[in-house]
C-alpha cells in the first residue's frame, strides 16, 4: 500500500508563492512517475505538472513559467513551487504517485488527500 499526504496549502494574496509537498509512505518497493493535479469548484480536475524518476518534467501552459516541480527519491517526497500565484490557481491541489508493491508488480496510481490553495486579495 501507498499512501499520500500533501502539505503546504493555504491562503495567499495574488503575486504570493507557496511550496506544496507531497510525501509517499507505505509498504512499496518503488514510487515511479508522480504529478500535481488540481480542481477548482465546478471544474474538471486537471494535471498540472508531472515528473519522472529521473526529473524529465511537464507543465500545463497556464502554469509554465511560475510552478516548478522537482522530488526527493531518497526522501520519496515530492514539491510544487508556485511563484506569481493569480486567483485563478485558486483550487484543492492532489498528488499523484504510481507506486509498485513489488519491483516486478504493474504500478498502480495513487492519490493523496488533496490540499486547497486559495489565492485572494
Known amino acids: 500500500q501507498v499512501q499520500l499526504v500533501e502539505s503546504g496549502g493555504g491562503l495567499v494574496q495574488p503575486g504570493g508563492s507557496l511550496r506544496l509537498s507531497c510525501a509517499a509512505s507505505g509498504s512499496f518497493s518503488a514510487i515511479d512517475d508522480m504529478g500535481w493535479y488540481r480542481q477548482a469548484p465546478g471544474k474538471e480536475r486537471e494535471l498540472v505538472a508531472s515528473?519522472?524518476?529521473?526529473?524529465?518534467?511537464i507543465y500545463a501552459d497556464s502554469v509554465k513559467g511560475r510552478f516548478t516541480i522537482s522530488r526527493d527519491n531518497a526522501k520519496n517526497t515530492m514539491y510544487l513551487q508556485m511563484n506569481s500565484l493569480k486567483p485563478e490557481d485558486t483550487a484543492v491541489y492532489y498528488c499523484?504517485?504510481?507506486?509498485?508493491?513489488?519491483?516486478?508488480?504493474?504500478?498502480?496510481?495513487?492519490w493523496g488527500q488533496g490540499t486547497q490553495v486559495t489565492v485572494s486579495s
Open positions: 499523484k504517485a504510481k507506486g509498485r508493491i513489488t519491483l516486478f508488480s504493474q504500478g498502480n496510481d495513487y
Open positions: 515528473i519522472t524518476t529521473l526529473a524529465s518534467t
